[in-house]
């Protein structure tokens, strides 16, 4: 079978057929380990590649040419490795306390050999325990792309350098691969879709607005929560790629309806915090706008109030430069956070949407009526317009009024609705 040159270790497909005979004719414990190197491409930038090459061969003779438990080993790339360690009657947790000594101990040496560069060894364990392993399922490629994956969860993690394996965890990553999948066939097959929710006037019972919101849809027709994928998209630096489709959409629609005659009133386009990193967010909203020829007052552009709260130097700039323009600037969930009343005196915004819950719990007793009360008038008093969101009941709907604020949104109305649905209901009506 064949030997990587430079390590004398086996390559992976011998690693995986060897280790699975081993494994599976053996009466031992085993643990299968995923090893890997941060930082070191700068070693071979500051040391040259002789030296990189050298500290793969140390690797490999520290934790598995040099150790007798190691059963087998194999040099993948780079500086990835993995390894079946025999841990005979040793309990997981000793062998973690084991390979986390280990990885410092390692770690300490590589430091005294190239001091310019911090080498973090970090690894990933699979246990194979014989008492509770389901060999009628035995899979060595399985087991060994599972401890990788136990790998990558403490990668960049300097406190901690052995992650153990569990399946709650890569279950939860699988169905994030698969909502990422989704999005990207969605990305190509128009399967970003716009829904709209109306926004009403409670006195008239006629739509002053809509809120434009994101569903996906998959290569069956079925439809995915936003709930579901957008916390994915966000952890996989996907949101932006998003909020273009949907802005670029969502314009495109209000296009439609002008051309038609038909709805003028303004939408609502809901803006990530990740937008903001875009230098030039403004200017290419600002296009989208000249590319439809939309009327700028029919625009809002919806901000979390954690954004504003968390990132305002980060926003301001995009957010000053946009008002000027003529959008409307809409703080979302307003309410939902701790700094809100002392964050409006600095707040660039028009419109303030009051959060769901907020308004829901302070309308349960005398002294939350009284809060939301006083929180109605003082937004209306420094000229800020004002929704109610998630409205459900025709009570809260009255009380909501009698308190202040007539515009409301929420399921009391309508849900959010296809486009086709909501043109047949409010547009072409």
Known sequence: ?????????????????????????????????????????????????????????????????????????????????????????????????????????????LEGMFPKVYLHVYTGLYFIDRETFDFSNFNMRTIVDKAHFAKKQVKGNFENSCAIYHEEEYKDFSRQMEIVKIFENACVNDGVRVFFQPKMDCHSHR???????????????????????????????????????????????????????????????????????????????????????????????????????????????SIIELRKYGFKISVDDFGSGYSSLGLLTSMPADIVKLDCAFARQGLKSEKGIEIVESVISMLRKIDFDIICEGVETKDEEALIDSLGCHKIQGYLYDKPLPKGDFEKKYVLC
């Open 207 to 317: 739509i002053i607005g809509a809120e434009a919101l994101c569903r996906l849809v998959d290569e069956n027709g079925n439809y995915i929560s936003p709930g579901l994928f957008i916390p994915v998209l966000e952890k996989n630096g996907m949101l932006v790629r998003l909020d273009a489709i949907m802005m670029e959409k969502t314009f495109e629609h209000m296009h439609e309806w002008k051309e038609q005659g038909k709805l003028n009133i303004p939408v609502s386009i809901n803006l990530s915090r990740v937008d903001f990193y875009n230098k030039n967010l403004a200017k290419q909203i600002i296009a989208l706008q000249k590319k439809y020829d939309i009327p700028t007052e029919n625009i809002e552009l919806e901000v979390t109030e954690s954004t504003f709260i968390e990132d305002m130097n980060l926003v301001i700039g």
């Open 1 to 109: 079978m064949g030997k990587d040159s430079l390590t004398g270790l086996y390559g992976i497909k011998e690693f995986i057929l060897k280790g699975g005979d081993i494994v599976l004719n053996s009466t031992d414990n085993f643990a299968v380990v995923a090893v890997d190197l941060s930082n070191f491409r700068y070693l071979n930038d500051m040391y040259g590649m002789d030296k990189g090459d050298e500290v793969i061969v140390f690797v490999a003779n520290e934790f598995f040419c040099n150790n007798p438990s190691c059963a087998l080993a194999c040099h993948t790339v780079g500086d990835q490795f993995r390894g079946l360690i025999n841990v005979g009657s040793r309990t997981m947790e000793e062998e973690i306390k084991i390979i986390s000594e280990k990885n410092a101990e390692i770690e300490q040496k």
